[in-house]
């Protein structure tokens, strides 16, 4: 049974940090590339991040790069989501994504709920 479990998620003041993780299990996790994405309320899903399946190679949309760094652990089956000086418009439901590098098969995690918030 394939499950992404994202934790981490909560009520941080601007300029906080939070970290997310994203623990997956029932699949080789080593082979997919992983992904956040977010959801702000009454918006569309958005791209937030990936890593490469070895984690040699990051992405991120313009609005978090410097702020937001993505990792993984293979060993873990875990990636992460370290989230920097936060701003309110960052205040979005997150998940965490597998996209296989093979087959195109892609999983989503349940979300996590993160409000930035003074």
Known sequence: Q???VESGGGLVQPGGSLKLSCAASGFTFSRYVMRWYRQAPG???????????????TMFVA????RFTISRDNAK???????NSLKPEDTAVYYCNAASTYSGTIYWGQGTQVTVSS
Request: glycine content about 10%.
């Open 43 to 57: 918006k569309g899903r958005e791209w937030v991040a990936d890593v490469a399946s070895t984690g040699s190679s």
């Open 2 to 4: 394939v499950q992404l």
């Open 63 to 66: 609005s978090v790069k410097g």
């Open 77 to 83: 089956n875990t990636v992460y989501l370290q989230m």
